[in-house]
Nanobody, 123 residues
Framework: VRLVESGGGLVQAGSSLRLSCETSGGTFTRYFTAWFRQSPGKQREFVAAHSRFPGGTDYLDSVKGRFTISRDSTKNVIYLDIASLKPEDTAVYYC?????????????????WGQGTRVTVSS
């Protein structure tokens, strides 16, 4: 499956942003999906995950309440809505997918990755 992220950019602190991950080349409902991010000088970290079916989500504790992951099976798109952006949210955000339908925050668990979309939050 191919993953292509979009929606990043330069934004001000306190604003909101929607990142999108378009999928192709596979049956969308077969894949468990997640978002990771990598800030400058840091390792890539898990942010949020969504199971293959509605209702199953997992979030990094520090983003709970501000980040929302969702999926649109009619469009084969995964979204990450970010509210009240902070400068520490500055990172490249990556979409990831795996076949096994179990929650995992490990990068190694995900077989497919997008190229990333950069989010820069100015204070």
């Amino acid at each position: 499956v191919r993953l292509v992220e979009s929606g990043g950019g330069l934004v001000q602190a306190g604003s909101s942003l929607r990142l999108s991950c378009e999928t192709s080349g596979g049956t969308f409902t077969r894949y468990f999906t997640a978002w990771f991010r990598q800030s400058p000088g840091k390792q890539r970290e898990f942010v949020a995950a969504h199971s293959r079916f509605p209702g199953g989500t997992d979030y990094l504790d520090s983003v709970k309440g501000r980040f929302t992951i969702s999926r649109d099976s009619t469009k084969n798109v995964i979204y990450l809505d970010i509210a009240s952006l902070k400068p520490e949210d500055t990172a490249v955000y990556y979409c990831a997918a795996k076949v096994r339908d179990n929650f995992s925050r490990a990068r190694s668990a995900y077989e497919y990755w997008g190229q990333g979309t950069r989010v820069t939050v100015s204070s």
